[in-house]
């Protein structure tokens, strides 16, 4: 059974562009969360996604950043117009339906994708 | 705020000695928590988790002590080896939900040869 996956792992971009980054939950889980973590720090919660349904976004920026989950392939996580301050690594976590086997509240990440703004 | 923290930054410990990585928390609403490992430039991996109805898990060579009446959680590893050196942080659900997950800052484990 894969894990989370992401990719790209690595991204750089200038002041400016676009970042895309994308997450595959793991097989079963249909929860999506996605964190940020800049260097020597915990990770901080951004926002929580269903299949076609964003449930929780309290912890993304309101602007430049998007996220969705749509009924068929990955998570997106978006960043429009990037900024040095947004390169940091970004992992996404994957839970199991409410319905399945499994503690729903535990979360599992994947490898994280590290952005790097020039 | 509330917020969960760490009382070590950084623990040293000798090969096969126990380990015992600490955290506070101060969301007493929170009812579950969850220790991850972090090696570097890889995603955290989940060690071992408890729920608020227990003061005591056990895993291999790891438990987890919770004990809310000062709001503290700990994890000790039992004969440390080399491969347990990473960054190790307790992250609870916090009172709002079960699936924001709130993270301390951090210990870093160094085992010593």
């Known amino acids: 059974n894969a894990g989370v996956m992401q990719n790209p792992r690595h991204l750089v971009r200038r002041r400016g562009q676009e970042a895309r980054l994308r997450c595959s939950p793991m097989k079963g889980h249909s929860h999506v969360y996605w964190y940020r973590q800049l260097p020597e720090e915990g990770l901080k919660f951004m926002v929580y996604?269903?299949?076609?349904?964003?449930?929780?976004e309290s912890g993304m920026p309101k602007e430049r950043f998007s996220a969705e989950f749509p009924k068929e392939g990955p998570s997106i996580l978006r960043i429009q117009q990037v900024v040095r301050g947004d390169s940091a690594a970004y992992f996404c976590?994957?839970?199991?339906?409410?319905?399945?086997?499994?503690?729903?509240?535990?979360?599992?990440f994947g490898p994280g994708t590290r952005l790097t703004v020039l | 705020g509330e917020s969960v923290g760490l009382h070590l930054p950084t623990l040293s410990v000798q090969e096969g000695d126990n380990s015992i990585i600490n955290c506070a928390y101060s969301?007493?609403?929170?009812?579950?928590f969850i220790w991850y490992k972090q090696e570097s430039g890889k995603g955290p991996q989940f060690i071992i988790d408890i729920r608020s109805n227990m003061d005591k898990r056990q895993g291999q060579r790891v438990t987890v002590l919770l004990n809310k009446t000062v709001k503290h959680l700990s994890l000790q590893i039992a004969a440390t080896q080399p491969g347990d050196s990473a960054v190790y942080f307790c992250?609870?659900?916090?009172?709002?939900?079960?699936?924001?997950?709130?993270f301390g800052s951090g210990t870093r484990l160094l085992v010593r040869p």
């Open positions: 992250a609870e659900n916090g009172k709002d939900s079960s699936y924001k997950l709130i």
């Open positions: 996604l269903q299949k076609e349904n964003i449930i929780d």
């Open positions: 969301n007493s609403a929170s009812d579950y």
């Open positions: 976590a994957s839970s199991p339906i409410p319905t399945s086997r499994g503690n729903t509240d535990t979360q599992y």
